[in-house]
């Protein structure tokens, strides 16, 4: 009964004081509140930040090494200007780099430029080119929602063919089907033989945004 009493007792001095002191009560119960809710934001926050970059990073494949003569990220006009003066990896290279990689599944020599597109009277600006082979499909971590792929065959040719990302395909047809319609890159024509599955965005840039040629044909 003591125990019980103690309780009683200790309830009732604590709720006088609440009443006595309402303004630094209210202020104190504010302040901790907000200690947790913002605790609670940053870590949802946190989360979210290292959610989105295990996918972005995801997206580009977990078991995929990246040869170029850029950084990922400049730190400076000094370091971009530094590694423009560095030396083209040429085809001739990467193609002896895929034959002393044996144990890699598939080697992808990528090209990139940034063009118009058209088809009809719509444009896209600002869209990626990508001059590759067929093996860029196992190194990208792409798909293929309609049509096909560049095979081997068109990766040693200069035939006029492409393949469109989700975007492209959004922006320039708007519902009709894409294959088998010719599109003009830098006013070349080149026929639409697939499209990819859409991928979103890695690193602030949509991969949907893009377009992938044979890369002799691209050169």
């Known amino acids: 009964m003591n125990f019980f009493a103690e309780i009683r007792e200790s309830l009732g001095i604590s ?3 609440l009443r006595a002191n309402k303004m630094r009560s209210a202020l104190a119960t504010l302040g901790i509140v907000i200690g947790i809710v913002t605790v ?3 870590g949802a926050a946190i989360n979210g930040l290292n959610q989105a970059f295990i996918r972005n990073v995801s997206s580009m494949g977990a078991n995929v090494f990246y040869v ?3 950084k990922w990220f400049n730190r400076s006009y000094e370091d971009w200007l530094s590694m423009r003066r560095r030396p083209q990896i040429t085809l001739v290279e990467s193609e002896k780099a895929a034959r002393l990689l044996t144990l890699a599944q598939a080697v992808a020599p990528v090209a990139e430029d940034s063009d118009t597109v058209k088809y009809g009277t719509r444009s896209a600006d600002s869209v990626d ?3 590759t082979t067929d093996a860029y499909l196992q190194t990208s971590g792409a798909d293929i929602s309609e049509g096909r792929f560049l095979t081997a065959a068109d990766s040693e040719g200069t035939q006029p063919i492409c393949v469109i990302g989700n975007d492209v395909a959004t922006n320039l047809f708007r519902g009709e089907s894409p294959l088998g319609k010719r599109i003009r890159i830098s006013d070349r024509p080149f026929q639409v ?3 990819l599955q859409k991928q979103g965005m890695a690193f602030n840039n949509s991969l949907d945004n893009r377009i992938v040629v044979p890369l002799r044909a691209f050169l």
């Open 193 to 195: 033989i697939g499209v």
């Open 15 to 17: 709720w006088a004081a």
């Open 129 to 131: 080119i990508i001059g």
């Open 68 to 70: 170029s003569r850029y």
């Open 40 to 42: 609670t934001l940053m």
